[in-house]
């Protein structure tokens, strides 16, 4: 059995009832689950309808998401997320970058990266080199006035974790920032790359290694492999191509508000909800989210 899971942005809940009425008896589909009046619904499905993704794109230009996934062990153990751009609604290096003055061009080289058209490593050396000379307490002025969190990601964390689920942050970023925000939203573990500095200043370095594509599927290997629990009973989310490792390796490998060219590897996709859209996904209706 599959379910199939539409959605939209919480903040202009528009799901209309017929359209999902329509789709479930198109599909062939089992009684209407709403798990938020307005905002999120589900139907159980005997297979996957062979224009689900013609029906996605329909979808998408209503500002709705369809996820269509098996139904046993959709509710997973472990959530696995990136940080830039996904649990927080910033790139922390572009943050930094503006700061030093040069944040177009490292900006232009982060959409490139997160796209997958340079080398993550090569690129993440290259826009760290761009911050040397800048005062180690510019880290905590971006924290403090330019990093906001993404929303639903409280409620993600708690919710996981008031269900027995861990939670762990990694990062191509930097601890600095991952350790802050680890803090604010509830995560167990935090991993990211290493920001060098001397004499209260930056180098432009980063630790080595380099903490890529790779490292994240590492940790999703290791962390479960601790935890006794199966890959496929991790939830990962990331919107880059340094994501696509753990995104592919995980039970549900979400693609978050992603780069069209990691979206298209990905066969879920949120584009309009926000960070609770991976509590629907798994079954959990607004009423069972715990409050970070």
């Not at 040397?132 to 906001?148: A, E, F, P, W």
């Not at 994501?243 to 949120?270: E, F, N, W, Y």
Request: charged share 25%; glycine share 10%.
């Amino acid at each position: 059995m599959y379910v199939a899971t539409l959605l939209t942005n919480p903040k202009t809940p528009s799901l209309d009832g017929a359209l999902i009425d329509s789709l479930r008896n198109a599909w062939g589909g089992g009684d209407i689950q709403w798990l938020s009046p307005d905002e999120a619904a589900e139907f159980a499905l005997p297979a996957v309808p062979a224009n689900r993704w013609d029906v996605w794109a329909d979808l998408q230009k209503l500002g709705v998401d369809l996820v269509v996934q098996p139904a046993e062990g959709r509710r997973k153990k472990m959530l696995l997320a990136d940080m830039d751009s996904t649990m927080i609604q910033q790139e922390c290096i572009d943050e930094l970058a503006d700061e030093a003055g040069v944040g177009e061009r490292v900006k232009d080289i982060t959409a490139r990266a997160m796209n997958g058209e340079l080398d993550f490593e090569g690129a993440l050396t290259e826009r760290v080199g761009l911050l040397k000379g800048l005062d180690v307490s510019v880290i905590d002025r971006v924290l403090n006035q330019r990093i906001t969190l993404m929303p639903g990601g409280r409620e993600l964390v708690a919710t996981m974790r008031a269900n027995g689920g861990y939670a762990a942050l990694v990062s191509g970023g930097f601890t600095a920032f991952t350790a802050r925000v680890a803090e604010l939203l509830g995560f167990e573990e935090n991993r990211a790359n290493t920001l060098l500095a001397a004499d209260g200043k930056l180098t432009g370095d980063v630790q080595r290694p380099i903490l890529g594509r790779q490292a994240k599927v590492e940790a999703l290997e290791q962390i479960s492999a601790r935890l006794g629990i199966s890959e496929a009973e991790v939830i990962a989310v990331g919107d880059g191509a340094n994501d696509l490792g753990m995104l592919d390796r995980a039970g549900t490998g979400v693609a978050l508000h992603a780069k069209p060219s990691v979206a298209a590897q990905c066969d879920v996709r949120i584009n309009h909800g926000d960070l609770t859209a991976l509590l629907y996904l798994q079954g959990y209706a607004r009423s069972d989210f715990a409050q970070g």
